[in-house]
């Protein structure tokens, strides 16, 4: 972002810089610049111009309401009272800056979900909204389109090797349907959370792809982001063990929902297509973050065993 659009942006707010900016790293899905103002530092988002008013609201309210709850930095609000403003067809929204002094360790991490999953148990959102986490029916759907669209040989042996894990470790839509939705982040990692000045206080950022969605899902998804997908049995077994115990120890997960948990995992990550390069369209420019996920794919599918045995053994 530059001067003058930040400059633009924090008039909305009946603010102004009083020192150079400096943008964030990472955001495939919104950019980030923290400027210094006279009421301290405040981090100025922009989200991505294919979220409409509606997903960027929804977001705003899930970040105000875990701040709310210390769960998140606290959302400045415009004079009219808004939590997102809108300039020339983009929005913002601005948050209190906070410096993460380390990334939370593993155990913190999942304790810090789990808090967060429990506060968004209280979260009604104001007006219309939809859900970024979704899964066709059935989820062969998605990747059945694009192997009927493109002759691009990588890409049909990338697609039919998907719908191989499908066909073999993957739920069919009614026992994806069956798992309860409740509210959660969307993208909870490590690279989302801020651990602050209080080494307990952890705070989540990016909401942007905030959802109902079954939990056990995103609890899967957060251990495998924070893991390296290269941990050997004995790790993989010790590290997933603590990991699901400090969840548990907060939110328990249902013995039900935990028998889903791996395979449910491994069918959402095998049918998602956003990552491929269609016709269609879908994002681009993403090839690197589309082969990690392949990676941790095949990793998951080798110990799916070893991570079923200890998720029906970790209790509440």
């Not at 929804?58 to 709850?69: E, M, N, T, V, Y």
């Not at 490590?190 to 899902?217: C, G, H, K, W």
Request: aromatic share 8%; charged share 20%; net charge neutral.
């Amino acid at each position: 972002m530059g001067a003058e659009e930040l400059s633009a942006c924090l008039r909305q707010y009946g603010l102004r810089a009083s020192g150079p900016a400096r943008p964030l790293p990472g955001g495939h899905v919104g950019v980030t610049t923290v400027v210094p103002t006279d009421q301290g530092p405040l981090a100025v988002k922009r989200f991505g111009r294919r979220f409409d008013t509606a997903r960027t609201r929804l977001a705003a309210q899930a970040h105000q309401h875990a701040a709310l709850a210390g769960l998140a930095p606290q959302l400045r609000r415009s004079p009219d009272g808004h939590l997102t403003a809108e300039i020339n067809g983009a929005t913002y929204m601005l948050a209190e800056y906070i410096h993460a002094t380390q990334p939370p360790g593993l155990t913190d991490f999942a304790a810090a979900l789990a808090a967060l999953h429990t506060r968004l148990d209280s979260f009604r959102p104001g007006g219309r909204h939809t859900n970024f986490l979704e899964l066709s029916d059935p989820p062969t759907a998605g990747l059945e389109h694009i192997l009927r669209q493109t002759q691009d040989k990588a890409l049909r042996e990338i697609v039919s090797w998907r719908l191989r894990i499908l066909a073999e470790f993957g739920l069919g839509a009614q026992a994806v349907a069956s798992a309860p939705k409740r509210w959660v982040h969307g993208d909870a990692r490590p690279d989302n959370v801020l651990a602050s000045l209080t080494p307990e206080q952890q705070l989540f950022i990016d909401f942007d792809q905030v959802s109902r969605f079954p939990r056990p899902y995103e609890v899967m998804r957060a251990y495998v982001a924070s893991v390296s997908p290269e941990l050997p049995a004995p790790l993989l077994d010790s590290t997933f063990r603590s990991y699901l115990s400090a969840y548990q120890a907060i939110t328990p997960i249902p013995a039900a929902e935990r028998a889903l948990m791996i395979d449910l995992y491994i069918t959402v990550q095998a049918a998602e297509t956003r990552t491929f390069t269609t016709p269609e369209g879908e994002v681009r420019d993403m090839s690197a973050f589309a082969h990690t996920r392949h990676q941790q794919l095949i990793w998951i599918t080798e110990h799916r065993g070893l991570l079923r045995t200890v998720a029906k053994e970790v209790q509440p």
